[in-house]
Each structure stands twice: as C-alpha cells, then as structure tokens.
C-alpha cells in the first residue's frame, strides 16, 4: 500500500501543479480585467489616481499569490519524489531487484537498520499500548470496587440509628445520616459541601466546639457525654469524635457518633436509687428483728402476751426481709433463664383467697378495707402457684402500700371463655399515677417521683409481676389510673384448658 500510494502521488503531482498554476493566472487576468473595465467608468471621478494605485497593488498580490502556488507545488512535488524514491527502494528490496554497487549496497543496509528500529520501535509502543490497556482495564475494575464499596459504605452509615456526621480538613460536611440530622437540625440530603458551622443550629455550640477542639488536638479518639433539649425533654448523648488521617498522617477530617443514652442515664439513676432503697428496705427489718430479739433474751417480755407479741413482730419483719431477697432473686432468676418453674391446672379464685388472708394483717393496720368476690365456677389455670401468688401479693400491697387511710382496695377476677383467658383486677383508691409516667411504672428499678414520699419500696416488684405473666405464663399486664382518684392494676393469663392443649 505505502508503494503504491508514492507511484501515485509522484505521477498525479505534476499535473495538479499544473491545474493550480493556470487556476491562479485565470484569476489574475480575469480580475486585471475588471479593474480594467472599471476604470473607464471611474476615470471622471476625482479619485481616479487612487484606484490606478489600488489596481496596481491589487495586480502585485495577485501575482504574488501565484508565485507563492507555484513554489508551493514545487516542494509538494520534490516530497512526492522523495517518498516515491523511498517506496522504490522498498520495492526493489522487497522484489530482490538491486544491484551489487556498494551505494546500493550501503542504501539496502541503512534501509533494513531502518526498517528493524521502526518494527523494534512498533513493538516496543505496542507492548506499552498493550500494558496501558491492562493497567487501564485493572483501574476499571479497581473504580468499580471503590465505588460499590463507597455504595455500601454510604448505606451502612444511613442505616445506623446513631447520629454519624464527617467532616472534611475545611470543616465541610461529607456525609450525614438522617438521625443526625434530626438531631443537629439541618437537612443531611442538602448540606453536603457546607460549612458545618452554617448548617447546625446555634443551640448546638456544645458540639461544635467539642468537633474542633479534638480535630486540632489530633487524638485518635475522644468521647464526652452531651446534654441537649429534643422534642421538649432533656437527651443525654454519648459523643465520640475520632481524627481521620491521610497517608502522610495528616488529619483530614473527623467523624462524629453520637449514641442516645438517655434510657441508660436513667437506668443508672435508678439502680443507685434501688441499691439505696434496698439497703434501708433490708436494714428496717433486720433493725426490727434485731431490737426483739434482744428484748426476748434480756426477758424484758414478763408475760405470755407481750413474748407472743414480740414473736410476732419477729415473724413479720422476717417474712418482710424474705419478700424483699425473693424479689431480688426472682428477677435475676428470669432474666438469666435459670428460674424454675413447676406449672400446674389450679384455680385463681383459690389463689386469691390465700393471699388475700396473707394480706388482710396489713391493710387493718393502715384501716383499709379489702373486698374479695364469689368465686367463679371455670376459672382453672395452668401455672406456677408460687409465682402466681406473688403476683397477687405484689399487686395487693402495692395498692394497701399508696392507699390512704380510710380507703378500700378490690380484687376480682373476670372469665372470658369464648378468648378462653381470665382478667384478674385490683383497683385502690389511693393517691394515683401521672398520665406521664404511666407508660413507666412496669420498668425495673422505677418508681413515680411523685409518690416516693407516699412509701418505701424498691421498683421491683411491678418489673417482676410483668415478667412472671407474660414472659413466664404468656400473659398480659395493664394499668389505668387517674390522679388523686386511685389506680386498677390487671393481669391477663390463658384458661388451662387451651393451655394443657398447647403443652400437649
């Protein structure tokens, strides 16, 4: 191919130098023409020597333009020859038609050294050409990795329910999750490239300041618990702040995680509260038991009565002490699943009753009325009776304990056979539970603020009642009350017959 495109443009060369050069001098003549023609109507016109000097000029550049072709296809005709000498030679070397003259001789070798360092050069650009192609085709799939990595990055980051903030060496948001952007008040899907300081509300200088005192100290780490107002209540967060660096360990950002633990603040609070509650629970009736028993062996009781009374007292408190460790006991037995349970068909209107004679002692002291109900025909259960009784002793001297003097407290229980469950209802008139803390009172270790003062106690007893009815028997505990009115305390449990069916 490269011969023959020399032969043809070697042969064609001459007559297109040709065509151009009569092109041009047709032009010339035929615009001299014009001129020529135009100046005998110009002639009269007092400018008649300045255009015989415009023609002039234009005559000379028109010649000009020709010269300037000519030489032009001139060397466009001597490179022609050189590229047909080339593919000449070429030829003659391919088709072995040369002669043994030195120069020829000397040309032939000077034209294989060429040709070999052209091949060799080819080779050499075609191997880099082929290891690009390989490094670009390893880049491709090094972008795609990274990208779908990012991908999944991003999605981790927007699932978790921790607020997660980035921040860039310029204080510029990267990246945000929907969490903190409720928190932090600004719009995640908007604000990426801002300035952190432009976008989070001033009522969260806390954070800001905590960001950038841990990104100029360029620690790996730093955490600090932040108190802020949400929806009108009071959050405890537990902020941690950790620098990004760079290959040359330079910090070019930080990444901010903050955790709710506000439940957990709360829990805390409460177990101090319960481990301080707890001891004076424990050391009342110890003190009681203690001061009686001391009494009995000094023989300060003279008579019969007086040592049957004391004993009494002893009994009471030590009942008291023993209720209080089974509490404790019973709610780690159920959460650690080491608690044992025998369940057997029994009848809650007996259960009832026991504790209800259990119970009466105390509420006369404080002049309290209990009130029972007739006994219900079908009302077998298949449960624990220990459990199940402490259920019902739980929920009675809750409502004798926040009772005043005066007041009555009712237990009854209601047979539902066609949902095949039994309700067991205890309302007081006692002093009430706030509409807020409602939802609370079930929680270990809580009790309402409001009636602490009214009695002691430690917040287990109501934590253990719900998870002996619906984590152990598959139950349901309830509560409704109102305020200086008194509250119902309920438990909801499945009548034996569906439960011996299922266990069977």
Not at 450 to 462: P, S, V
């Amino acid at each position: 191919m490269f011969v023959e495109f020399g032969v043809i443009v070697l042969r064609r060369s001459g007559k297109i130098l040709i065509v151009v050069t009569m092109f041009v001098v047709c032009i010339t003549v035929i615009c001299n023409t014009a001129w020529g023609s135009g100046y005998e109507v110009r002639r009269n016109m007092d400018y008649t020597d300045i255009m015989l000097g415009s023609i002039s000029i234009v005559t000379v550049l028109y010649i000009a333009e020709a010269l300037g072709v000519i030489l032009t296809g001139l060397y466009m005709l001597k490179l022609a020859g050189a590229i047909a000498s080339i593919a000449r030679l070429l030829n003659s070397e391919t088709s072995n038609s040369y002669d043994n003259h030195p120069l020829s001789i000397l040309r032939l070798k000077k034209i294989k050294e060429l040709r070999e360092k052209i091949v060799v050069l080819f080779e050499e650009r075609n191997s880099l050409v082929e290891m690009y192609d390989k490094q670009i085709k390893e880049l491709k799939v090094q972008l795609h990795i990274s990208q779908k990595r990012q991908t999944h990055i991003e999605e981790i980051i927007y699932s978790i329910r921790d607020s997660v903030i980035v921040v860039d060496e310029f204080d510029k948001l990267l990246m945000a999750n929907e969490p903190a952007g409720k928190l932090l008040g600004f719009d995640y899907k908007k604000s990426y490239f801002k300035p952190i300081k432009e976008i989070i509300s001033s009522e969260r200088k806390e954070f800001l300041k905590f960001l950038s005192h841990t990104k100029k100290s360029r620690g790996q780490a730093a955490r600090k618990e932040l108190e802020t107002i949400q929806d009108g209540k009071l959050k405890t967060y537990d902020c941690i702040v950790s620098c990004i660096y760079d290959n040359n360990k330079q910090v070019c950002g930080v990444v901010a995680v903050l955790h709710d633990i506000t439940r957990e603040k709360e829990i805390s609070n409460m177990k101090n509260d319960f481990i301080s509650h707890v001891s004076h629970e424990l050391k009342t009736p110890l003190a009681s038991i203690t001061a009686y028993s001391e009494m009995l062996a000094d023989d300060e009781a003279n008579d019969e009565e007086t040592r049957k009374e004391f004993y009494a007292v002893i009994q009471n408190q030590a009942q008291r002490l023993n209720r209080l460790i089974e509490d404790i006991l019973n709610t780690s037995r159920i959460e650690s699943g080491l608690i044992k349970i025998n369940k057997e068909p029994l009848s809650m209107a007996i259960l009832i009753e026991e504790q209800l004679k259990m119970i009466k002692s105390y509420a006369e002291e404080k002049e309290i009325t209990i009130i029972g109900q007739t006994p219900i025909v079908c009302d077998q259960i298949y449960v624990d009776r220990d459990m199940i009784s402490q259920v019902i002793v739980n929920l009675l001297s809750n409502a004798v304990k926040y009772t005043k003097p005066g007041g009555t407290v009712t237990i009854e229980s209601k047979t539902d056979e066609a949902a095949s469950k039994i309700q067991v209802l205890i309302t007081d008139t006692g002093v009430g539970i706030p509409d807020d803390e409602i939802e609370h009172v079930f929680d270990k270790y809580y009790r309402v603020e409001t009636n602490k003062k009214q009695a002691r106690g430690t917040g287990l007893g109501l934590n253990l009642v719900k998870q002996i009815v619906e984590k152990i028997h598959n139950g349901r505990v309830f509560v409704n009350s109102r305020v200086g009115i008194g509250s119902t305390f309920g438990f909801e449990l499945p009548l034996a017959s569906k439960n011996i069916e299922i266990t069977v």
